[in-house]
């Protein structure tokens, strides 16, 4: 019986384990900075409060079949509760609260998870938790919208 071993092909490298951290990491900042950057004009605006621009809708499932979807409103949420707007935030999508908790969360964590892999040290796992809070995100998400739906 013979062993077979994946030897990477010449030129082929493997991603560094870093590079997932890497990204997370950047587009948490990048979604934590427009929250506070960017402002909610009026029920479904987002606004580039400088420019008094307003931004482009983005659920392709309100454009088209003008129905919301159960992440539509997310963008908003984020913006209110950055402002420290709470009720607006939940009223814009309740799951909004968890979901950037989450992203907060992940500025620190993948931080940590960087600082252990310049170190040598095994990244911590957190799937098992990491999947607990992802479903209860989801099943707030859907049971938002079936509500919202209903009414």
Request: proline residues 9%; contains cysteine; glycine residues 6%.
């Amino acid at each position: 019986m013979s062993s077979s071993v994946a030897v990477p092909l010449e030129g082929e490298r493997a991603r560094p384990k870093w590079t997932p951290h890497i990204i997370l990491l950047v587009a948490s900042i990048a979604v934590v900075l427009a929250s506070f950057l960017l402002s909610v004009d009026g029920p479904t605006n987002v606004v580039i409060p400088w420019l008094k621009v307003p931004l482009p809708p983005t659920c392709a499932l309100q454009r088209v079949f003008h129905l919301d979807c159960p992440g539509c409103g997310l963008t908003r949420s984020f913006i209110t509760l950055a402002h420290g707007q709470l009720d607006a935030s939940l009223a814009f999508n309740p799951a909004g609260i968890l979901m950037y908790g989450v992203v907060l969360f992940q500025i620190p964590y993948r931080l940590a998870q960087l600082w252990r892999l310049k170190r040598g040290l095994p990244t911590w796992n957190l799937n098992p938790v990491s999947i607990w809070i992802a479903s209860s995100i989801l099943i707030v998400l859907m049971t938002q919208w079936i509500v919202k739906m209903s009414t």
